[in-house]
């Protein structure tokens, strides 16, 4: 990847579109945004390839992100909380369980920053 200099932060190009970066919300995404939706999504499409491998029924899963930054360390993100809602008609606790597990083991972004970042993971039941 290539990042180049913009007026008010950085972009850089992939095959499906631009992406642009800045500590300033008007010019771009800022930094700590990406991150956090790194962890986010990628443990939501490790969890749904999990689920599906153990055949699970699903019909969907939102991620939520709650964020703890400390100021006096850069704005340091210090914890990231991810609640999945997981919409389906029936629950097993157990199975949930082990998919929260794997997909913690199998998450690269999560294995990438948890010695830096506290990660925590919960699953919830949005009943269909």
């Not at 930094?31 to 969890?47: D, F, K, M, N």
């Not at 991620?63 to 919409?87: C, D, G, P, S, Y």
Request: charged content about 30%; overall charge negative; glycine content about 6%.
């Amino acid at each position: 990847m290539e990042f180049k200099m913009t007026e008010g932060g950085f972009t850089t190009d992939f095959e499906y579109g631009s992406l642009n970066i800045s500590g300033n919300e008007q010019y771009g995404f800022r930094p700590y945004q990406l991150l956090v939706s790194s962890v986010a999504v990628c443990s939501g499409g490790v969890l749904r390839k999990v689920l599906e491998k153990m055949r699970y029924p699903f019909e969907d899963i939102t991620v939520k992100a709650e964020i703890e930054r400390n100021e006096e360390e850069a704005n340091r993100v210090e914890k990231i909380e991810l609640t999945f809602h997981i919409q389906t008609e029936k629950w097993d606790e157990a199975k949930i369980e082990k998919a929260m597990h794997l997909t913690r083991k199998n998450c690269s972004m999560v294995q990438s920053v948890q010695n830096s970042i506290e990660v925590v993971e919960r699953a919830e039941w949005v009943k269909l």
